[in-house]
Nanobody, 114 residues
Framework: QVQLVESGGGLVQAGGSLRLSCAASGSVRVIYAMGWYRQAPGKQRELVAFIRSGGVTNIAESLKGRFTISRDNAKNTVYLQMDSLKPEDTAVYYC????????WGQGTQVTVSS
């Protein structure tokens, strides 16, 4: 059993920053990639970013320059640094790991006020 625990969400004003964390625990045998999706009200879930075990990253084109993803392999933790936040970044952010199976976190709310 693998659990993902997310933290770092909250309310921030436009232009501010947040750092999300997602720690995986349990029977984590292999991790090929870790990353984040988000889902805004009334919209489909969309990929934000992911990072492979070797460190290669992929950020959604529209978020490049503002969002950064990193990971601590020793802690099985992935981070999402979000800068210059905009109201349209408001969403529930879900972390995931792609390992033996795909596991999802419970989601953390990010609200950006204008």
């Amino acid at each position: 059993q693998v659990q993902l625990v997310e933290s770092g969400g909250g309310l921030v004003q436009a232009g501010g920053s947040l750092r999300l964390s997602c720690a995986a625990s349990g029977s984590v045998r292999v991790i090929y990639a870790m990353g984040w999706y988000r889902q805004a009200p009334g919209k489909q879930r969309e990929l934000v970013a992911f990072i492979r075990s070797g460190g290669v990253t992929n950020i959604a084109e529209s978020l490049k320059g503002r969002f950064t993803i990193s990971r601590d392999n020793a802690k099985n933790t992935v981070y999402l640094q979000m800068d210059s936040l905009k109201p349209e970044d408001t969403a529930v952010y879900y972390c995931y790991i792609n390992g033996q199976y795909i596991y999802w976190g419970q989601g953390t709310q990010v609200t950006v006020s204008s």
